[in-house]
């Protein structure tokens, strides 16, 4: 287990040292995903996350930021909507580590059930109460906190999406990621830009949970309330960013686009009729926002970030898609 | 353009040393794929070839192919269900080629409507005809024949998914790959027993097409009618072995199981809902293999070997699977 970046880092930005250091721990328990072409989107090629064994890119933030906890630690907890609890619990369980995890009452019965056969103990709250739960346990319970992205061994091992992208051949022209809390995007960026300054990379929201393009044009966070964010299908994108996202979007992310709720059904068909992957609905962000304003973006990579979602959901937008 | 393994190799068995040739002009257009690990179904990990450009492992042994005929080439002709027409029009395409592709008239529409949007000339017949029409076509158009399996540097073009599976860290002790015309088995058999000699390669097939099993047992091939293997849903594994392909599966296949209809539509469906891949019913034989037998098979690897499935079809099946 390595040096943990300790609460005196917590403004400082994630480097390309600090990604390329997580590489290793994320390498453990992490799939490389290739870049699949997918010429029926245009001049687009897919990272394709929800093939990581726990469905999403989370597992290499996880894996990062356990490789980093003192080795006395008894155990994590963390408060997710599903796929950091799960990415989080499979990496623990692999560690012998107790694993607690703050559900919001809104998260999907598919993401839940997963979490659960991880091994890890699941406390079900309201959406508004999950950060104080969590907050609350690691004091009563003695655990350490490990946030689905507040926090720079996590943003480091997400980055390493954006390490695997630059390794390719050529450097795309457009690195598209989802942007939830914004822990992918600013590790994401950070690689890319420090690797291939003058590639784009450009964060993908709901219009529904628009929090994050809204605090980039006022120059300071902005939080959108739970029930505002809570409308959108793309239940990972109803997360606000911190201050330490926040100041890894001002400086790495170009631009934040927005696409609707009937542009993200209609992609997660999409990915599955025409590219053959399973997608949750905000993994097919990137998807629907190259269908919408690709065409100026050159040369382009869409992280496909995760593919936890229900089968009812998922035949449905199936049928629905052409 | 490479030397084409001509008339008087055809008996001669596909060599590590013809499947490391092919393995440059198959990776100008074919992914490489990873390992992904499916701990749902014990110790498995798959190898997603239905994440390819045409969403089959067949871009392969097309690009193998392609790449060793001579200069001067006209274009191609072949039989094909959808999968090997696909994949042939698409690398045909990228070298300026014609390409005309006999389509038995059982085909489903997602794979007719791929073949035609490669730029392929589409000729319907019934499925016992395809054979003869293709040799008809290739004398009266003067194009050269490359059929989907029974042909050396299609068989080697295909084999490159055993060098990939056995350039990993440690070879499996089992690999499953499915059992339609051979050339797949034929390939990655014939890498693996190259690279791993202790490593078994299990061939898979649907009990109602079963004439690969049947020929292994008899110790010479066996030819199942039309009528009889027509009945399976997984339409890539309708076709009967070759002469060639019963030499290479005689020689490197250790054994051939089979799975019932219902055991293949449940794979495909847990292969959406667990591993997030859409996968046709030919692409899921290995995996209800595995659920059926595996549990003395340790660590294995399972060619999903395409993904092209009509969407009304995955939808029913998302549904079925539990």
């Known amino acids: ?13 994630v480097t390309l ?18 870049l699949l072409p997918a010429d029926w989107a245009g001049r687009l090629r897919l990272k394709p996350e929800n093939l990581q064994p726990v469905g999403a890119f989370k597992i290499r933030g996880a894996a990062a930021a356990i490789a980093a906890l003192p080795e006395s630690a008894p155990g994590v907890v963390t408060h997710s909507s599903g796929n950091h609890g799960r990415a989080l619990g499979h990496v623990a ?3 012998g580590l107790r694993c607690v995890v ?5 998260a999907p019965k598919v993401k839940t059930d997963a979490m659960r056969a991880t091994g890890a103990e699941l406390v079900i709250v309201p959406g508004s109460q999950r950060e104080s739960t969590a907050e609350r346990l690691r004091h009563s319970e003695g655990l350490l906190l490990v946030p689905p992205y507040d926090h720079p061994d996590v943003i480091a091992g997400q980055g390493t999406v954006g390490l695997e992208i630059l390794s390719e051949a050529e450097a795309p022209d457009t690195v598209l990621v989802p942007v939830g809390g914004g822990g992918l995007a600013s590790g994401v960026g950070a690689a890319v830009k420090a690797l291939s300054p003058r590639t784009r990379v450009i964060g993908v929201e709901p219009e529904l949970a628009a929090d994050a393009a809204d605090s980039l044009r006022q120059g300071h966070r902005v939080v959108w309330s739970t029930e505002a964010t809570y409308r959108t299908i793309a239940d990972g994108a109803r997360t606000t960013l911190s201050e330490l996202t926040f100041a890894h979007l001002d400086a790495f992310v170009d631009e934040i686009v927005t696409v609707t709720e ?3 059904r209609a992609a997660v068909g999409l990915l599955a009729r025409r590219s053959r992957l399973v997608s949750e609905p905000t993994g097919a962000l990137t998807t629907a926002a190259h269908l919408k304003y690709g065409d100026s973006w050159g040369d382009t990579v869409a992280v496909v970030s995760g593919g936890n979602v229900e089968p009812t959901l998922l035949a449905e937008l199936l049928m629905a898609a052409t």
Chains 1, 2 share one sequence.
Do not use: F, H, Q
Request: proline fraction near 5%; charge should be negative.
């Open 1 to 13: 287990m390595g040096r943990a970046l300790g609460d005196n880092d917590r403004m400082r930005l």
């Open 102 to 106: 703050v559900v919001p009452d809104s």
């Open 17 to 34: 040292a600090d990604i390329e250091r997580a590489a290793s721990a994320v390498a453990e328990v992490a799939v490389r995903t290739p």
């Open 93 to 95: 369980a692999s560690r």
């Open 262 to 264: 009937a542009e993200i």
